[in-house]
């Protein structure tokens, strides 16, 4: 039969049911990632789960998101990991060698295979043909230890690009083009496979920013073959060797097909605070900007930031206008500096920033108040910038450099193009990546005094009471949930403290609220938890007593942290019983146990509105059973006493 790309790679790392839309499926997993903010917790819970070393082709520990050691907090984080890495067989990228997404890019990324991180843009490794997913710390510790990774089997939609982009036009506004038509859930539910004779104009780099920001649509992961231009990447990175060709037989089936143009697109701009708020650049040109940020992991690749030292090479940005920039990773910044283009960049004005996330989560460059702020990043959710007053807008480097010059948004078509040519060969220099020990068993785990124990559920009790806390709108992102501002990562490792801040975003009181009543649930409307995957978003609300979530919609990777954590994720049948809920009413769900085993529906009684309503639980039966026992830890724990492990 003839199978598309995503296909051929789930059938090579299929563990256990059928590829048929909607059904659970069970895959293998070549590789991990982990970033420092979720990855104390995925090593926590590496230990708690008992795995004496990873089982996986090969695992890697960034260090990039945490890097302001304001305290001691985030060096202790990094201490932890490093030493966790060394014990249990994880390859180790230190602090300085860039963000995730663009080292593995660069240096692990092999098509064919598969990836799972914990990080929601781990899709990014699909610009060279892995089928990359992001997903909670739980899942990410489970598949290290050689456990599979389960996922509902996703429609696969196949996107043909056809024509040529024109001059200015680049992979980010291929990728807010799709934003702008399917929305930021538009893509739940689905991967995103990427054909067309348009392909062959995009580089890696280009098809990771796409693959990157199918994140934001929602998306399972989202696919480029391998081809000749993967060759040639992998090539210029010495890594030939992990090539082979990815392509789509001839007539594959797709469950949709969507199709876009390059020769009409133009520049485009998300505008606050959504990414998928799209307008024309020229429909905001003249909008004056303060900040101008370039990098992240969507476009911080050498070639995006050659093209900005070329548009700013000789000139000097306004003096309202911050300019800053983080390269993705060292060999980005090293090839800058021995190319001349990082002074092009200096001497401009720009302010040049360590190799990581940086201002895309918050950490330093915090806008001042109701400021403007450009920014080449994948999210501009309400708040995550660090100030709440702030206008985020996205855009592609094109556009933030000359709007950087120019002192407002501005269309950049009015200037001669920029050409680069893609480098024959980067420098490979792995210096800051600490290989395994080959025996790590005498390696004690170094936790310092903020890393503390994450909270386990118990089996779930025979009916669940509890007061509604909260009724929230649609697209609450999982920077509502638990914000993660500069002030905030440092407790990724203190779920008690991490605590006083969830849902502040939405509600100030929530906290207290939640701890005075010992817990309750939580009401939403759409695509509830989109964004990150941070469990944490899970975790501490578990931490402060929430047993069940009622929502419209949920994202992926937010309801499947909520199950691993034991929450019930419960779903509207009826929008009216959601419109009709209101904070503090009283909600009790009897017979829970047998409710679960017998099918979808679970009765919810509001004890102070005087009525019943029926909500669904879609679930597998497995997700069911460990929703039963409390979580996924303590489910793989049962599992493992029931087969004589211990
Ligand atoms: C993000 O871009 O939101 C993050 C920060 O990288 C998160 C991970 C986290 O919250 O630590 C993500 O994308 O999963
Ligand atoms: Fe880092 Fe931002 Fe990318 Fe998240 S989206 S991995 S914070 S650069």
Redesign the pocket.
Known sequence: MAENVTRKIIKAHLGAGQLVPGEEIALYIDQTLT?D??GTMVYLEFEALGFPRVKTKRSVAYID?NTLQTGYRNADDHRFIQSAAAKYGVYFSRAGNGICHQVHLERFTVPGQTLLGS???TPTAGGMGMLAI?AGGMDVAVAMGGGAYYLNMPEIVKVHLKGELPPWVSAKDIILTLLDRLSVKGGVGKIFEYSGEGLEQLTVPERATIANMGAELGATTSIFPSDEVTLQFLKAQGREADWQELIADEGANYDEVIEIDLSGLEPLVACPHSPDKVVKVRDLASTKVNQVCIGSCTNSSYVDLLKVAKILCGKTIPPHVSLVISPGSRQVLSMLATQGALADLINAGARILECA?GP??GMGQAPATGAVSLRTFN?NFYGRSGTSSAHVYLCSPEVAAVSALYGEITDPRLLEPVTVSFPEKFPVNDNLIVPPLADGTKVELIKGPNIKAFPVNQELPASLEGTVLLVMEDNIT??HIMP?PADLLPL?SNIPALAEHCLTPVDEEFPARAQAKGGGFLVAGENYGQ????EHAALVPLYLGIKGVLALSFARIHKANLLNSGILPLTFVEKEDYLCLNKDDQLVLDNLPQQILAGETIMVQNKTGGYSFSVKLSVSVRQKEILLAGGLLPYTRKKAEAQGVS
């Open positions: 970033q903010t979720t998101h990080d929601s843009h992001g996330c895309c989560i999210r999982t920077d993660s990724r964004g990150s995957s941070r």
